[in-house]
């Protein structure tokens, strides 16, 4: 079985331009925990997980050690989240992607998500375009759904 018989092809893709704002309603509206970034010339160039946005809300770990006392100080977190609401693309987003493409067995898909310890895997043709979106939730129901017959 190939990574093709799988896959959702109703993929959300990003350009490097698309703000922190409309990354967030695509991720909270969709229900997708990945979103990958496409250039000009719709090739892949990055991704963005619900983490990443997360992660750039909350502060590092370094803003708690350099100042414990102002490490609660809530109100000054909110007031960041206003000011990353015009952050793009580009400066969130992970710019080393692990993909698949659409020929690769589903095995050695898998077995690239749960090394990489990631969900889920851009899926890409061989114009390197963006085509579909595969999770490990997607392989596990179509082998059990072909083996358990």
Known sequence: MKIRD???????VVSL???????WKIISKR?????????ANKKLVGIITREDLLKSIY???????????????????EEKVKD???????????RRVIYTREETPVMRALSRMIVRRVNQLPVLNAKNAVVGVVTKGDVFYALFRKHMK
Not at 17 to 23: G, I, V
Not at 62 to 76: G, L, T, Y
């Open 17 to 23: 331009d698309t703000t922190f704002r409309e990354l």
């Open 6 to 12: 799988v896959m959702s092809r109703q993929v959300f």
């Open 84 to 94: 990353l609401l015009t952050i793009r693309a580009k400066n969130l987003m992970s």
């Open 59 to 77: 502060p590092d770990y370094k803003d708690f050690i350099d100042d414990f006392s102002s490490a609660s100080d809530f109100e000054h977190m």
């Open 31 to 39: 229900h997708v925990n990945a979103i990958p970034v496409i250039d």
